[in-house]
Antibody
């Protein structure tokens, strides 16, 4: 079965960076893009961007351009998301999701990674 | 504020039918981009509920259905059950922003 397993919770200081991993299994990793969606406490879902594992091509939401890096390691079927220059507004649960079943259809999700930004 | 607008909350009694609206614009739903719906139970990751406007993934009961009209979409839930109490999000593509957008979410309460 398709599984996306994310790395554990992180606590960071303002100005720092955080890198979250998403280990995929149960399907051909190269064939489906991985996207990142975040959810601030008590708030809704916010799309951040996505990466196509086969080529490494990325797309970003405008507000994250310049601060978000997405990479992948196909040898270990893992995608990564790094956000730099963190502020308290970046405190959120970060999810990875597989784009499957159609364009922009997120059919499988990771369990989420809580990133807390606090001085 | 979200690009796609949803009511913050809806409610219904067990067995009833409820609908959740998702209002967009000419750069997303009105441009014929597909709408998808997700269900998020408390403390869990979102789950795909409806894709491409009105299709259900395997395992999703046929009590859930989706529809579109103009710049809006709707999710309908019939035969409401206690286990349906969750947050629901619509999603589409926006050509002005060049990426995916979500609605603000709707909390469904089963009375």
């Amino acid at each position: 079965q398709v599984q996306l397993v994310q790395s554990g919770a992180e606590v960071k200081k303002p100005g720092a960076s955080v890198k979250v991993s998403c280990k995929a299994s149960g399907y051909n990793f190269d064939a489906y893009s991985i996207h990142w969606v975040r959810q601030a406490p008590g708030q809704g879902l916010e799309w951040m961007g996505g990466i196509e594992p086969s080529s490494g091509a990325t797309e970003f939401a405008l507000k994250f351009q310049g601060r978000l890096t997405m990479t992948r390691d196909t040898s270990i079927t893992t995608a990564y998301m790094e956000v730099t220059r963190l502020t308290s507004d970046d405190t959120a649960v970060y999810y990875c999701a597989r784009e499957g079943g159609g364009d922009d259809v997120f059919d499988n999700w990771g369990q989420g990674t809580l990133v807390t930004v606090s001085s | 504020q979200s690009v796609l607008t949803q009511p913050p909350s809806v409610s219904g009694a067990p067995g009833q039918r409820v609908t959740i609206s998702c209002t967009g614009s000419s750069s997303n739903i009105g441009a014929d981009y597909d709408v998808h719906w997700y269900q998020q139970l408390p403390g869990t990751a979102p789950k795909l509920l409806i894709y491409d406007n009105n299709n259900r993934p395997s395992g999703v009961p046929d009590r859930f259905s989706g529809s579109n009209s103009g710049t809006s979409a709707s999710l309908a839930i019939t035969g409401l059950q206690a286990e349906d109490e969750a947050d629901y999000y619509c999603q589409s593509y926006d050509s002005s922003l060049g990426g995916s957008v979500f609605g603000g979410g709707t909390k469904l309460t089963v009375l």
